[in-house]
């Protein structure tokens, strides 16, 4: 009998070694309780719940402690996990996101008002910004320039750039850059209403021109010519945009427009959302550097929506009346779509019910996507 319960104790207790109890650390806690908040504020807050429901549920999947060696883990040679976040550490998820944007993106309000460019440029300089702050705090100069891409508030900018730069640090980066594009709504609002005057903001911009169909499908060959000659190294991306864009404008695709704003992109935000999540295991997520560039990236963001809504301040200095541009759209060069153009709508009608923004906003939010995709490639022409 005594054989017997010593038996049963030892496998017992050996059984006990690969539950998660017996591997479960304080790291694991915070993080699946950083899950948790996520899933809340996606669906008791709507924030961003495409991409925070599946990164919030990939966090509490990364984040159930094994046995090392059992081939579970995302980081685990041979695993299942490992196998889908080949998509990420590669960057060919977000090629693919930018399909499905391209696919389901209407270019006409930066068409018909190509100045509008200028404010989705000058919002770049959150960008340049974390690049300078990062370096300040001792990282190296290819990890600063993974980590700077978050002021562009771009998630699938964010994974590309650092799966090339600096893999070590992309699931930090990358949940800092959704985390952001989640807190829009609550980062940006404080800001324009700060900088902006209220006779600014109830300026009233001109009806946008009607875009022909022609201009529609020459801008998406005439936009990845111009960007790619001068900056090869976003071809990924922006070759996937404006092919995309064409497939929507052309008029004779459009069971492959449907496909790529459809099935396709819900697939990659998937697959994309629920793997970064689960990179954030806790043994090599909580970090230092983690909690570094956290913070580099609400500077960044705050840099790039003030640059946008001062620049569009200065550029009003130059325009005569009839053609100022209401610098509360100034926040939309931020590409975060629509929800930063969203942003500048819900603050233009608290001031003005009968003033919507939303239209002329999404010129420059168009454009800050196509300047983010720009940036990378220039800092990984640098620094690749």
């Given at each position: ?24 650390t304080i790291g694991h806690a915070v993080m699946i309780l950083i899950g948790l908040v996520f899933i809340y504020l996606a669906i008791f807050k709507e924030y961003e719940p495409m991409l925070l429901v599946p990164i919030g549920f990939g966090i509490l999947i990364g984040n159930v402690p094994f046995f090392p060696g059992l081939q579970i883990g995302i980081y685990e040679e ?88 600096a893999p070590e640090l992309m699931g930090a980066i990358a949940i800092s850059a959704y985390s952001y594009m989640a807190l829009v709504p609550v980062i940006q609002p404080p800001i324009m209403r700060l900088l902006t005057t209220s006779k600014e903001r109830l300026i009233r911009m001109k009806p946008p021109r009607v875009v022909s169909r022609n201009e529609k499908i020459m ?166």
């Amino acid at each position: 009998m005594s054989e017997f319960w010593s038996f049963l104790v030892e496998h017992l207790e050996l059984f006990f070694t690969y539950t998660a109890f017996a591997n479960f650390t304080i790291g694991h806690a915070v993080m699946i309780l950083i899950g948790l908040v996520f899933i809340y504020l996606a669906i008791f807050k709507e924030y961003e719940p495409m991409l925070l429901v599946p990164i919030g549920f990939g966090i509490l999947i990364g984040n159930v402690p094994f046995f090392p060696g059992l081939q579970i883990g995302i980081y685990e040679e041979g695993s299942v996990l490992n196998y889908l976040y080949f998509g990420v550490m590669k960057g060919i998820y977000p090629p693919l996101i930018f399909l499905g944007i391209g696919a389901m993106t209407d270019f006409s309000a930066l068409i018909s008002n190509p100045k509008l460019m200028l404010i989705g440029a000058a919002a770049q300089f959150g960008i340049f910004g974390a690049y300078i702050a990062a370096l300040a705090l001792g990282f190296l100069p290819e990890q600063a320039g993974a980590i700077a891409i978050i002021g562009g508030a771009d998630g699938p900018t964010a994974i590309f750039l650092s799966s090339k730069l600096a893999p070590e640090l992309m699931g930090a980066i990358a949940i800092s850059a959704y985390s952001y594009m989640a807190l829009v709504p609550v980062i940006q609002p404080p800001i324009m209403r700060l900088l902006t005057t209220s006779k600014e903001r109830l300026i009233r911009m001109k009806p946008p021109r009607v875009v022909s169909r022609n201009e529609k499908i020459m801008f998406p060959i005439v936009g990845l010519l111009l960007t790619t000659f001068i900056v090869p190294s976003g071809l990924p991306l922006l070759g996937m945009l404006f092919f995309g864009n064409l497939l929507k404008e052309s008029g004779v695709t459009k069971r492959l427009a449907d496909t790529a704003k459809g099935s396709l992109i819900d697939i990659v935000t998937i697959l994309i959302g629920l793997t970064v999540g689960a990179s954030t295991q806790a043994t090599t997520f909580l970090t230092g550097k983690s909690i570094g560039i956290f913070a580099i990236g609400a500077i960044s963001f705050v840099i790039a929506t003030t640059a946008g809504v001062l620049f569009t301040k200065f550029f009003n200095l130059f325009l005569k009346e009839g053609n100022k541009i209401n610098p509360l759209i100034g926040n939309s060069g931020v590409s975060a779509v629509p929800d930063s153009a969203r942003v500048s709508q819900v603050v233009g009608l608290e001031y003005d019910k009968t003033n919507h923004l939303l239209m002329h906003a999404m010129g420059p939010n168009v454009a800050g996507v196509i300047g983010s995709a720009i940036a990378a490639g220039v800092l990984l022409s640098f620094l690749g």
